[in-house]
């Protein structure tokens, strides 16, 4: 009788082991399914503006780091209209995972801040290199956050840092000791974000599938400029292109 009523207790707990199995595999797979991709192209329908010149003959260094001339990074656009650097990211997500263990990584390299546009979570680690040989200073302007201000000498290496909120918009961070030398970063609650590369092109994977506000953001054109719809995201790509244009003249 003992015997008997083990193997049916152990026949019930196997069948329970191999429901919860069953359930973990079909919750697993509705939520691939349920992911989708966000691709698009980010353009400027006009002529760009002449680019800026950047002086660095105050710091020898700075100059000495450059073979030929360098010019401000608020406007990349190729010779077709394709705009780099521009910020795409979703708005209102409800995101429950994690915070990415790898560190954002901003580089103080030749005088430039490096790379110029990036995107951070919340809670995640940012790591500062100084690959000068100068003395730098590093400023950060956000509006939420907590603002951090200190030196960087030349034999101060890496520094670390974090933001613990997400940020409405995008900010700048600065050197207070070479004006020209400014990035921009997104602070987000969440990894549905991505910069346009050299070609314009963006792309955010992994995106659960619904209804989101997308905005893309470029520095020159700011916040107030910035373009915002509506994207629904399902299984497979999703297209959604951005165009830029010179506000017409009233």
């Known amino acids: 009788m003992f015997f008997g009523n083990f193997e049916r207790i152990t026949k ?12 973990i595999a079909l919750f697993a797979l509705v939520t691939f399914i349920e992911a ?8 400027y329908d006009g002529k760009a503006p002449k680019p800026k010149r950047l002086r660095m003959d105050a710091d020898p260094v700075c100059g000495s780091s450059h073979t030929g001339p360098v010019y401000s990074e608020n406007f990349k656009m190729a010779k077709n209209g394709s705009m780099a650097e521009a910020l795409v990211y979703l708005k209102n997500v409800k995101y429950s995972g994690g915070v990415p263990s790898e560190p954002a990584v901003l580089d103080q390299k030749g005088c430039i801040y490096v790379p110029h546009v990036f995107g951070m979570m919340a809670g995640q680690e940012l790591l500062i290199k100084n690959s000068d040989a100068t003395l730098h200073n590093i400023h950060s302007m956000p509006k939420v956050n907590k603002e951090f201000n200190f030196a960087m000498p030349k034999v101060v290496k890496k520094k ?91």
Not at 201 to 209: Q, R, V
Request: glycine share 8%.
């Open 160 to 250: 670390k840092s974090t933001f613990a909120k997400s940020e409405p918009d995008p900010f700048y961070i600065k050197c207070d000791v070479h004006p020209w030398m400014k990035t921009w970063v997104l602070v987000s609650d969440h990894p549905y974000y991505a910069v346009s590369d050299e070609n314009g092109n963006f792309s955010i994977d992994n995106i659960p599938s619904g209804t989101y506000e997308v905005v893309c953001w470029q520095e020159k054109f700011g916040s107030k400029r910035a373009i915002t719809s509506t994207v629904t995201i399902g299984d497979g790509e999703t297209t959604k292109d951005f165009v830029f244009s010179r506000p017409k003249k009233k």
């Open 36 to 43: 989708g991709t966000l691709k698009g192209h980010v353009k």
């Open 12 to 23: 019930y707990i196997y069948g329970d082991i191999m429901t919860f199995r069953f359930f």
